[in-house]
């Protein structure tokens, strides 16, 4: 996807989450967030998009040490929320469309450029926490569109799953083949004792321990544990899928 693709899922995504914290308690619980507040979530994302502004507008090349109350400031009472967060995703929104392309700031994920990285990044996180703000609220989380959800799924799996720090492992190495019914994606993940690589273009006629299926939407939120494996189609060692559900919990993106 490019960069503009990612800054309108963005604006998207936020508008979405915009309209679940205006409908739900500040005080209703997160289902997907167990010690969380809808407030919670709120002030984290809300937090996270003013973070992510300062390196953009800014042009940070360093980490910024910093803590969320000195970026925020005064945090939002209750009755504000909603506001306040539609706020802070258009304000990180508009810095990332006025940013150059060749901007230089400090990233923390692989990507063809720190703006890609920081459009790219700050959408997704957007849209899972928007599924967090709808399922608070008791609502079906809203469909992903299908190239928004592959690139997510393509996300978790080449640039933050492999990372030294995975909890993912494997005595005896094994794989686990994951593909989009809706396009052309695959992706293969290898799992040793060593932790884990992964390989985009996997298709399940090349074969896994375990492969998994299924449109580009359900993935998606099944592989950033917002939903289970209900409407996947799973073949193979079904214990391979669990050590990856188990070991990759990205509750607090």
């Known amino acids: 996807m490019e960069v503009a ?29 167990p010690e969380w507040r809808v407030r919670d979530l709120v002030h984290h994302l809300g937090g996270v ?12 090349t360093e980490i910024w040490n910093v803590s969320f109350d000195d970026i925020v400031g005064t945090w939002p009472t209750d009755d504000a929320l909603a506001g ?16 150059p392309p060749d901007l230089q700031c400090w ?10 990285m920081w459009a790219r ?11 967090d703000a709808e399922l608070a609220a008791g609502w079906s989380p809203s469909d992903v569109p299908a190239a928004f959800a592959a690139d997510g799924a393509d996300e978790l799996l080449m640039c933050f799953v492999p990372r030294r720090s995975t909890s993912l492992r494997a005595e005896s ?8 019914t809706d396009s052309d994606a695959g992706w293969l993940v290898r ?4 932790g884990v690589t992964t390989s985009a273009g996997w298709s399940p006629a090349s074969g896994a321990a375990c492969s998994v299926s299924g449109p580009s ?28 559900s188990d070991a990759v919990q990205v509750r607090w993106s």
């Not at 963005?10 to 005080?27: F, I, N, Q």
């Not at 993935?219 to 990856?244: C, H, K, M, Q």
């Open 107 to 116: 990233t923390f994920l692989r990507a063809p450029s720190p703006l890609a």
């Open 84 to 99: 306040w967060l539609r706020d802070g995703c258009t304000t990180l929104a508009d810095a990332l469309t006025a940013a």
């Open 49 to 60: 998009h003013r973070w992510a502004t300062g390196y953009v507008a800014d042009a940070r």
């Open 5 to 33: 693709a990612h800054i309108e899922g963005l604006r998207r995504e936020g508008a979405l989450m915009t309209a679940a914290v205006e409908a739900t308690d500040a005080a209703a619980p997160v289902p997907t967030c």
């Open 217 to 244: 939407s359900a993935l998606y939120l099944a592989l950033w544990n917002r939903t289970g494996p209900e409407s996947l189609s799973i073949e193979g060692d079904r214990a391979v899928l669990r050590l990856f």
């Open 191 to 194: 799992i040793d004792a060593d």
């Open 121 to 131: 990044r700050q959408a997704h996180e957007t849209a899972i926490h928007r599924v």
């Open 173 to 180: 190495p094994t794989t686990l083949g994951v593909s989009c």
